[in-house]
């Protein structure tokens, strides 16, 4: 069974292909929404919102991007229990979508950061990380000028899928978070980008376990 797996496209995403490329070298049918659709394509097994400069990344990070009217579908989507898959600039418009906790700011060195970082597996029982395992050690690439990562107050550490590396956080963000999901679980995002990291050619292959979590997940059809 082929996952077919949503990316939404918006005025300014640059990693729509690298998204669609990687999705598909583990198996699943990317399949390409147009931010301005207010319905998503039938028989979608999880939907990807990708990395790049949404709107130019005017006034906020995804602050502009979380009013486009395929979001209005990506929220009923997950509210109905979808797979939701934001990474990067797809993290910070599910932040101010409101459909994951916290909000991300600038870097703490106010520079742009690219480079390959150190995570570990907090949670390996989502959706997002079943091939993991718990602690496991990950190498994924980062390019991001806002990612550093504020939690509400009395975040719960099970909401914590990811932390970079001790000694390797990138952008200063609280208690090293990388990556997060909503109460439910089945809402997650990342600020490292597995799509760059699917190939040992290019440096790591450890995005790949995302991303092939993600697609074996979809392939389980939502409850009628």
């Given at each position: 069974?082929t996952a077919?797996?949503?990316i939404?496209?918006?005025?300014?995403?640059?990693?729509?292909d690298?998204a669609?490329?990687?999705?598909?070298?583990?198996?699943?049918?990317?399949v390409l929404?147009?931010?301005?659709e207010?319905?998503?394509?039938?028989?979608?097994?999880?939907?990807?919102?990708?990395?790049g400069?949404?709107?130019?990344?005017?006034?906020r990070?995804?602050?502009?991007?979380?009013f486009?009217?395929?979001?209005?579908?990506?929220?009923?989507?997950?509210?109905e229990?979808g797979?939701?898959?934001?990474?990067?600039?797809?993290?910070q418009?599910?932040?101010?979508?409101?459909?994951?906790?916290?909000?991300?700011?600038p870097?703490?060195?106010?520079?742009?950061?690219c480079?390959?970082?150190g995570l570990?597996?907090?949670?390996?029982?989502?959706?997002?990380?079943?091939?993991?395992e718990?602690?496991?050690?990950l190498?994924?690439?980062?390019?991001?000028?806002?990612?550093c990562?504020?939690p509400?107050p009395g975040?719960?550490a099970?909401?914590?899928?990811?932390?970079?590396a001790?000694g390797?956080?990138?952008?200063g963000s609280?208690d090293d978070?990388?990556?997060?999901?909503n109460k439910?679980?089945?809402?997650f995002?990342?600020?490292p980008?597995?799509?760059h990291?699917?190939?040992?050619?290019?440096?790591?292959a450890?995005?790949?376990?995302?991303?092939?979590?993600?697609?074996?997940?979809?392939?389980?059809?939502?409850?009628?």
């Amino acid at each position: 069974m082929t996952a077919r797996v949503g990316i939404v496209v918006f005025p300014g995403s640059n990693d729509v292909d690298d998204a669609a490329w990687a999705l598909g070298a583990v198996g699943a049918e990317p399949v390409l929404i147009w931010h301005a659709e207010r319905e998503l394509p039938g028989e979608l097994g999880a939907v990807v919102l990708p990395g790049g400069f949404s709107y130019g990344d005017y006034l906020r990070c995804g602050a502009i991007a979380r009013f486009a009217p395929a979001m209005e579908a990506v929220a009923r989507f997950a509210g109905e229990g979808g797979l939701v898959l934001g990474i990067c600039n797809g993290f910070q418009i599910l932040c101010e979508a409101g459909l994951l906790p916290g909000v991300l700011r600038p870097n703490a060195s106010l520079s742009f950061v690219c480079e390959d970082v150190g995570l570990t597996v907090e949670r390996a029982d989502t959706p997002f990380t079943a091939r993991c395992e718990p602690g496991q050690a990950l190498t994924i690439p980062v390019k991001h000028g806002e990612g550093c990562y504020m939690p509400p107050p009395g975040l719960p550490a099970s909401q914590v899928v990811l932390r970079y590396a001790s000694g390797q956080n990138p952008n200063g963000s609280a208690d090293d978070i990388a990556g997060v999901c909503n109460k439910a679980g089945n809402v997650f995002g990342l600020m490292p980008h597995p799509e760059h990291a699917v190939d040992p050619l290019l440096g790591s292959a450890d995005g790949a376990l995302i991303l092939a979590s993600l697609v074996d997940s979809a392939r389980v059809p939502l409850p009628a």
